[in-house]
Protein backbone atom coordinates (compact mmCIF):
# COMPACT_ATOMS: atom_id res chain seq x y z
CA UNK A 1 0.00 0.00 0.00
CA UNK A 2 1.33 3.27 -0.43
CA UNK A 3 3.07 5.85 1.99
CA UNK A 4 0.89 8.22 0.76
CA UNK A 5 -2.01 6.70 2.35
CA UNK A 6 -2.67 5.97 5.82
CA UNK A 7 -4.54 2.52 6.33
CA UNK A 8 -6.38 4.15 8.98
CA UNK A 9 -7.94 6.94 7.48
CA UNK A 10 -8.24 4.15 4.21
CA UNK A 11 -10.32 2.30 6.42
CA UNK A 12 -12.07 5.10 8.56
CA UNK A 13 -12.94 7.00 4.87
CA UNK A 14 -14.34 4.17 2.90
CA UNK A 15 -15.25 1.11 5.46
CA UNK A 16 -18.82 1.97 5.12
CA UNK A 17 -19.02 2.08 1.83
CA UNK A 18 -17.73 -1.47 1.22
CA UNK A 19 -19.87 -2.87 3.36
CA UNK A 20 -22.76 -0.92 1.82
CA UNK A 21 -21.31 -2.14 -1.43
CA UNK A 22 -21.09 -6.04 -0.32
CA UNK A 23 -24.43 -5.95 0.98
CA UNK A 24 -26.30 -5.06 -1.55
CA UNK A 25 -23.84 -6.75 -4.18
CA UNK A 26 -24.04 -10.08 -2.12
CA UNK A 27 -27.54 -9.41 0.04
CA UNK A 28 -26.40 -10.97 2.86
CA UNK A 29 -25.42 -8.87 5.97
CA UNK A 30 -23.23 -11.63 7.72
CA UNK A 31 -21.18 -12.10 4.34
CA UNK A 32 -20.71 -8.54 3.46
CA UNK A 33 -19.29 -7.99 7.08
CA UNK A 34 -16.58 -10.86 5.99
CA UNK A 35 -16.16 -9.27 2.70
CA UNK A 36 -15.63 -5.79 4.02
CA UNK A 37 -12.85 -7.38 6.44
CA UNK A 38 -11.19 -8.94 3.79
CA UNK A 39 -11.20 -6.43 1.53
CA UNK A 40 -8.65 -4.26 3.62
CA UNK A 41 -6.62 -6.69 4.96
CA UNK A 42 -6.10 -7.18 0.91
CA UNK A 43 -5.54 -3.84 0.51
CA UNK A 44 -3.41 -3.67 3.64
CA UNK A 45 -1.16 -6.57 2.47
CA UNK A 46 -1.09 -4.89 -1.76
CA UNK A 47 2.17 -5.16 -2.91
CA UNK A 48 1.12 -2.84 -5.49
CA UNK A 49 0.78 0.94 -4.12
CA UNK A 50 -2.91 2.36 -4.29
CA UNK A 51 -3.54 5.66 -6.43
CA UNK A 52 -5.57 8.04 -4.00
CA UNK A 53 -8.24 8.80 -7.04
CA UNK A 54 -8.78 5.07 -8.02
CA UNK A 55 -8.86 3.73 -4.25
CA UNK A 56 -12.79 3.52 -4.24
CA UNK A 57 -12.92 1.59 -7.45
CA UNK A 58 -9.68 -0.44 -5.74
CA UNK A 59 -11.44 -1.52 -2.68
CA UNK A 60 -15.05 -1.91 -4.76
CA UNK A 61 -13.31 -4.31 -7.07
CA UNK A 62 -11.51 -6.40 -3.92
CA UNK A 63 -14.73 -7.07 -2.64
CA UNK A 64 -16.66 -7.73 -5.98
CA UNK A 65 -14.13 -10.76 -6.54
CA UNK A 66 -14.42 -11.60 -2.89
CA UNK A 67 -18.13 -11.88 -3.43
CA UNK A 68 -17.25 -14.13 -6.42
CA UNK A 69 -15.53 -16.32 -4.25
CA UNK A 70 -17.82 -16.94 -1.43
CA UNK A 71 -20.75 -17.31 -3.94
CA UNK A 72 -20.21 -21.54 -2.64
CA UNK A 73 -20.89 -20.39 0.89
CA UNK A 74 -23.42 -21.07 3.05
CA UNK A 75 -26.88 -19.60 2.48
CA UNK A 76 -29.99 -19.95 4.25
CA UNK A 77 -32.93 -19.22 3.23
CA UNK A 78 -35.10 -16.54 6.25
CA UNK A 79 -38.20 -18.14 7.27
CA UNK A 80 -40.79 -15.52 6.02
CA UNK A 81 -42.98 -15.91 8.82
CA UNK A 82 -40.61 -14.98 11.57
CA UNK A 83 -41.66 -11.76 13.51
CA UNK A 84 -40.12 -8.70 13.58
CA UNK A 85 -38.53 -8.21 17.64
CA UNK A 86 -38.61 -4.07 17.26
CA UNK A 87 -41.38 -2.39 17.89
CA UNK A 88 -42.16 -0.15 15.14
CA UNK A 89 -44.82 2.04 13.25
CA UNK A 90 -46.35 0.45 10.53
CA UNK A 91 -44.45 2.75 7.59
CA UNK A 92 -41.29 1.31 9.07
CA UNK A 93 -42.06 -1.91 8.54
CA UNK A 94 -43.15 -0.79 4.82
CA UNK A 95 -39.68 0.73 4.11
CA UNK A 96 -38.33 -2.60 5.22
CA UNK A 97 -40.60 -4.67 3.05
CA UNK A 98 -39.81 -2.77 -0.15
CA UNK A 99 -36.30 -2.25 1.27
CA UNK A 100 -36.16 -6.13 1.68
CA UNK A 101 -38.06 -6.56 -1.74
CA UNK A 102 -35.45 -4.14 -3.99
CA UNK A 103 -32.53 -6.15 -2.95
CA UNK A 104 -34.45 -9.66 -3.47
CA UNK A 105 -35.17 -7.62 -7.17
CA UNK A 106 -31.31 -7.04 -7.18
CA UNK A 107 -30.13 -10.59 -6.42
CA UNK A 108 -31.70 -11.74 -9.29
CA UNK A 109 -30.35 -9.45 -11.78
CA UNK A 110 -26.55 -10.38 -13.46
CA UNK A 111 -23.79 -9.46 -10.48
CA UNK A 112 -21.56 -7.21 -13.33
CA UNK A 113 -25.19 -5.14 -13.66
CA UNK A 114 -25.77 -4.86 -9.50
CA UNK A 115 -22.32 -4.09 -9.23
CA UNK A 116 -21.98 -1.39 -11.96
CA UNK A 117 -25.46 0.20 -10.49
CA UNK A 118 -24.03 -0.13 -7.30
CA UNK A 119 -21.06 1.68 -7.90
CA UNK A 120 -22.51 4.50 -9.58
CA UNK A 121 -26.24 4.95 -7.59
CA UNK A 122 -24.85 4.42 -4.41
CA UNK A 123 -21.17 5.44 -4.53
CA UNK A 124 -21.32 7.97 -7.52
CA UNK A 125 -17.97 6.73 -9.19
CA UNK A 126 -17.38 7.75 -12.58
CA UNK A 127 -18.21 5.26 -15.47
CA UNK A 128 -14.61 5.51 -16.55
CA UNK A 129 -13.83 4.18 -13.26
CA UNK A 130 -16.43 1.34 -13.24
CA UNK A 131 -14.94 0.53 -16.46
CA UNK A 132 -11.85 -0.14 -15.15
CA UNK A 133 -13.27 -1.68 -12.21
CA UNK A 134 -15.33 -4.43 -13.87
CA UNK A 135 -12.59 -5.18 -16.40
CA UNK A 136 -15.73 -3.42 -19.35
CA UNK A 137 -15.50 -0.88 -21.27
CA UNK A 138 -17.17 2.87 -21.01
CA UNK A 139 -19.82 2.13 -23.08
CA UNK A 140 -20.55 -0.88 -21.42
CA UNK A 141 -20.45 0.47 -17.91
CA UNK A 142 -22.95 3.11 -19.15
CA UNK A 143 -25.03 0.69 -20.66
CA UNK A 144 -25.02 -1.58 -18.00
CA UNK A 145 -25.71 1.41 -15.31
CA UNK A 146 -28.60 2.55 -17.58
CA UNK A 147 -29.84 -0.94 -18.51
CA UNK A 148 -29.98 -2.13 -14.78
CA UNK A 149 -32.31 1.07 -13.89
CA UNK A 150 -34.84 0.76 -16.59
CA UNK A 151 -35.25 -3.02 -15.09
CA UNK A 152 -35.17 -1.93 -11.33
CA UNK A 153 -38.22 0.88 -12.64
CA UNK A 154 -39.98 -1.50 -14.62
CA UNK A 155 -40.33 -3.96 -11.71
CA UNK A 156 -41.61 -1.51 -9.58
CA UNK A 157 -44.65 -1.32 -11.61
CA UNK A 158 -44.78 -4.96 -12.97
CA UNK A 159 -43.48 -8.48 -11.13
CA UNK A 160 -41.46 -11.03 -12.74
CA UNK A 161 -37.91 -9.63 -13.81
CA UNK A 162 -36.88 -9.69 -17.79
CA UNK A 163 -32.82 -9.82 -17.48
CA UNK A 164 -31.27 -7.23 -19.50
CA UNK A 165 -29.23 -8.44 -22.12
CA UNK A 166 -25.48 -8.27 -22.55
CA UNK A 167 -25.25 -6.91 -25.55
CA UNK A 168 -21.99 -4.32 -25.70
CA UNK A 169 -20.79 -6.28 -22.45
CA UNK A 170 -16.99 -6.19 -23.46
Same mark, same amino acid.
Given at each position: ?5 ? &????? #? ?32 ? #? ?12 ? &??? #? ?6 ? !??? =????? !? ?5 ? /?????? !????? $? ?21 ? =? ?19 ? $? *?? *??? =??? $???? *???? /? ?10 ? =?
Amino acid at each position: MGDDLD &FDALY #ARYARDVFRFATYLCGNRSDAEDITAETFVRAWT #APERIEAVTVKGYL &FTI #ARNLKGIR !RTS =RHTDL !REDLPDP /SPGHPS !RLEQQ $AELDAVLARLQTLPEVDRAALLM =RALDGLPYQEIAIALGISLSS $A *KV *KVH =RTR $AVLM *KLRT /SGPIAQPSNEGS =R
